[in-house]
């Protein structure tokens, strides 16, 4: 694609069943955070609920299966709704649009939809609809984010038993079918959507009023929502984007928004002393700096083995993050079942003297490398400036480049960058990150040739593993090729922390992907008290 959808935050593998669950957090000792507003008495309605977010521009699209930055995440959820949903805990639930998903067999899924919910034009739902969503996502030259959770799934041979039932065929097992479904991006569209300009039709709380990209976007409530108990509350939901950390933190300090994604850690004090809050969720979020294996110089393995060495991850937790985080060993998905333990994998820490060697033994003992970055994630302008100043310790000079165009043309093309992801499974992140096909392969792993080109080959294998204790064996395999020889620097998973004003309730913290709660589960469970 020529502007590649920007981000696909795919959630959860875990074992073949209907609706499945995740480890407990990991540990980590963060700040302690601001108390949420969960515990708010009574809903009230009636407002204008004022977001500011992180990020956007020019490129900003309103998609109900596709996304390029954080704002296009924020108006997605307001419309657009899947067929199964994550909890505050990050486990699957069968509260969405489906009310059953059931695994058939090892190569088929029945999805049965709740009758009754209508779109916002008054259309009800259907399995209609179902089929089209699955066949728009599953046309590669629609090009959109979910497109690679497809390859598995026969779409052409889904069926429609009835009204509100289809069936889903596999071409080949694949464990992550029902995280897949509960993927934002995977949403329910009506028969014939199409992104904007076309008018934007979903099942969810709010329809689109108004969309100014680069600017704003306003909401307004859906008078046909389906769930109960007076959802949604809000009269209006207007979402801003914010290029400029400080001017987004100003502006929720000076009353123009009620509420902002990714509050710099050096400012929870600050709101905490105006009266305001801050919503700190535990996450397996993470920044990583990505090597390119396949460009210079991390073409060279030592290389890539000796970025990894330079870094003091405490340093970087507490200078990154304000120590709101816990710390990483360039392995993704610390919530996974089959995530390494240390004691397979052990936590890497710096070591200067062994990376000089690894550069010198490679040629580079004077490397000069540019590094890119942007605002696009809370974190991602820190870690690299961070980063670079750590490198002097090891003779590395690198040139900063922060470019607020960062997810153009280049993106994905450069031999050095910073990006973010949030929470997710190990085989669904694999799914999205580091395979050939991938939306995202932001490194371009797995190598084509010789130690690490069976990666793909071991993933397949773990996608059609039914039994838990074998398909964590499988991931452990796949997870030291990338801890030995990958091209992830991942120093830590940082805790999502966003502002919002004291009027703000139904808040919680959340190991989710997305911001603010999920946006209030798509702006629907949050209110002004």
């Not at 998609?63 to 997605?76: C, E, F, V």
Request: with cysteine; hydrophobic share 35%.
């Amino acid at each position: 694609m020529a502007d590649v959808s920007r981000r696909d935050l795919f959630a959860g593998a875990a074992s073949l069943a209907a609706v499945g669950g995740l480890a407990a957090a990991c540990g980590g000792n963060s700040p302690t955070p601001t108390p949420s507003s969960g515990a708010a008495g009574k809903p009230k309605r009636g407002g204008n609920f004022r977001l500011g977010v992180t990020g956007g521009g020019s490129k900003d699209i309103m998609d109900g299966q596709n996304i390029i930055t954080k704002p296009d995440q924020a108006r997605l959820v307001t419309a657009f709704e899947t067929l199964l949903l994550f909890d505050d805990n990050y486990k699957l639930t069968s509260n969405g649009l489906a009310e059953s998903v059931t695994a058939d067999n090892p190569k088929q899924y029945t999805i049965r939809l709740r009758k009754g919910i209508e779109f916002q034009n008054g259309k009800t739902l259907t399995a209609d609809d179902v089929l089209y969503s699955f066949q728009r996502i599953g046309t590669k030259g629609n090009g959109l984010t979910g497109y690679a959770a497809t390859a598995t799934m026969d779409i052409a041979g889904m069926k429609k038993v009835d009204k509100y039932t289809v069936t889903l065929p596999l071409k080949t097992p694949d464990a992550t079918v029902p995280q897949t479904l509960a993927s934002y991006t995977f949403c329910v569209v009506p028969v014939g959507y199409k992104a904007y300009p076309a008018q934007q039709v979903g099942t969810g709380a709010y329809k689109l009023k108004s969309f100014t990209r680069g600017q704003q976007s306003t909401h307004v409530r859906n008078p046909n929502y389906w769930r109960g108990g007076g959802e949604p509350y809000f009269d209006q939901v207007t979402i801003q984007d914010f290029n400029d950390s400080t001017a987004q933190a100003n502006a929720l300090l000076g009353g123009q928004i009620d509420a902002m994604t990714d509050l710099p850690a050096s400012q929870v004090q600050v709101l905490a002393g105006r009266g305001m809050h801050a919503l700190v969720s535990k996450t397996g979020g993470w920044l990583p700096l990505c090597m390119a294996i396949d460009l210079p110089p991390f073409d060279d393995v030592r290389v890539r083995q000796a970025m990894r060495l330079i870094v003091d991850r405490p340093q970087m937790i507490t200078q990154v993050l304000s120590g709101f985080g816990f710390e990483g060993k360039d392995l993704y998905s610390p919530f996974d079942p089959g995530y390494a333990p240390d004691s397979l994998l052990p936590q890497r820490t710096q070591d200067i003297s062994e990376a000089k060697k690894l550069l010198k033994a490679a040629g580079q003992q004077n490397l000069t490398v540019d590094l890119h970055t942007t605002n696009g994630a809370a974190g991602m302008v820190e870690l690299a400036t961070v980063f670079a100043n750590q490198a002097q310790a090891a003779g590395v000079k690198i040139n900063l480049h922060n470019d607020p165009n960062y997810y153009g043309n280049q993106y994905l093309k450069l031999a050095f960058s910073v990006d973010f992801w949030g929470t997710r499974s190990y085989l669904n992140q694999v799914q999205q990150g580091s395979l050939p096909n991938s939306p995202y392969n932001e490194t371009h792993w797995p190598p084509k040739s010789g130690t690490g080109s069976n990666f793909i080959s071991l993933y397949n294998q773990a996608l059609a593993t039914t039994d838990d204790a074998k398909r964590i064996e499988i991931e452990h395999e796949m997870q030291k090729l990338e801890y030995d020889i990958g091209g992830y620097i991942i120093p830590f998973f940082g805790d999502l922390i966003d502002g919002y004003s004291a009027q703000v309730k139904g808040l919680k913290p959340s190991k989710g992907t997305l911001n603010l709660d999920s946006f209030g589960h798509g702006f629907r469970t949050i209110w002004f008290g």
